[in-house]
């Protein structure tokens, strides 16, 4: 071959080679750049102040503050007190292990799309001291990951880690919502006080034993065990307004957990305060700045009444309903209409329940007046 071939032949390798390169070259969201995280590594042991700025959440709670306090977190507003077990540690172990995988978009007109826009994003702050170690906007979920953009930065990212629905998350789900929770092993006595009525009793292996001046009748020492369960475990459901009237103080009806366990004795007190709505109650803690809002139930277990220690009256017309009928009548509900029980022949009991007619004619007027009818 002469050299004018060869030079040709050349030529053609030369352009086949610049083909191969070009049709293999990986597309532009891929590249090195593209997979660099636009932050600095975080050193994750060195947070001890997290910010969440959420613009589209309800005005008070648009700015959530915590702080690491000698090792543990807690919330500084926009309420104030001790947060979940590992809720800010993972958070923030969300942000030390994630990395981009992909360039979502490249303009600002796609923030509002990826929620990543000012009106929509949340904004997390991680810092050590004053210093600002990560500082992101957090937008919607794509794919496994999430969209973020990075301040001064224009382009989206896709991280590897889901952090949308963590970081939107109501107040009250970053707190601590334990009232109490104590191991039901470790109580040793339970005192309840309401209005200077007290009911005060010792464990005794599976059972309860009334203390000195504790007298109930028809003591049920099974409601004591289950009364006991409820205020050893109980959990709020939300926290009051900063502002609430708590009705909590020293004459509030309390309970008194004393407890002893390998970490020595405690002494734990519960106070009840004001309602909360129809279905729940203020509570608060001895030694907690913390108000919590309990149900209902919780609050009727930390303030008993007598009825819920004692076992059901006895049915059978004996001596001790008769007794009872005469010191505690039952009220019928609300508004509503009592079914007088008729017995048949030798009286209550007697046979089967049997209501003259002029009666059921009286009855059926009264439950029409009241928008019922008889069945």
């Known amino acids: 071959m002469n050299s004018k071939g060869i030079g040709i032949a050349l030529g053609v390798l030369a352009v086949l080679v ?45 700015t959530l503050e915590f702080e690491k306090q000698n090792g543990a977190w807690r919330m500084t507003s926009p309420g104030v007190g001790p947060t979940e077990a590992r809720a800010l540690e993972d958070l923030v172990d969300r942000f030390a292990e994630m990395n981009v995988v992909s360039v979502a978009g490249r303009s600002a007109s796609s923030y509002e799309t990826f929620e990543v826009d000012d009106a929509h994003a949340t904004r997390v702050t991680l810092k050590a001291g004053s210093a600002v170690l990560v500082d992101l906007f957090v937008g919607t979920n794509i794919d496994s990951g999430t969209a973020v953009r990075a ?38 006595s339970v005192e309840w006080v309401n209005h200077g009525v007290t009911y005060k009793f010792t464990r005794s292996g599976d059972t309860w034993t009334p203390a000195a001046g504790t007298v109930v009748d028809r003591l049920d020492t099974a409601k004591v065990s289950s009364l006991v369960d409820a205020v050893t475990n109980l959990h709020a459901s939300d926290f009051a307004e900063p502002a609430a009237s708590t009705g909590i103080g020293d004459a509030s009806p309390r309970v008194t957990l004393e407890t002893s366990s ?90 089967s329940p049997q209501i003259p007619p002029e009666l059921m004619e009286q009855i059926r007027r009264q439950m029409q007046q009241q928008g019922g009818a008889p069945h």
């Open 151 to 188: 301040p001064g930065k224009v382009e989206i990212f896709r991280v590897d880690q889901a952090i949308n629905g963590m970081v939107t998350r109501a107040p009250r789900d970053w707190r601590d919502r334990n009232v109490t929770h104590v191991a039901r092993d470790d109580v040793r």
């Open 262 to 351: 390998d970490a020595g004795a405690q002494r734990i007190v519960v106070r009840l305060g004001n309602n909360s709505g129809d279905q729940e109650a203020l509570a608060q803690r001895e030694g907690s700045d913390v108000v919590f809002v309990i149900s209902r139930s919780q609050a009727d277990a930390i303030s008993p009444t007598l009825s819920a220690l004692q076992a059901p009256l006895p049915v059978d017309g004996g001596a001790d309903a008769s007794t009872a009928d005469a010191s505690a009548p039952a009220a019928p509900p609300s508004g509503g209409f009592q079914m007088p029980m008729m017995g048949g022949p030798g009286g209550p009991g007697g046979g």
């Open 18 to 62: 610049i083909a191969t390169i070009l049709a293999y070259r990986q597309p532009a969201s891929t590249t090195a750049a593209a997979l660099t995280n636009p932050w600095p590594r975080l050193d994750k042991a060195r947070v001890d102040h997290v910010t969440l700025r959420r613009p589209s959440a309800p005005a008070n709670q648009q």
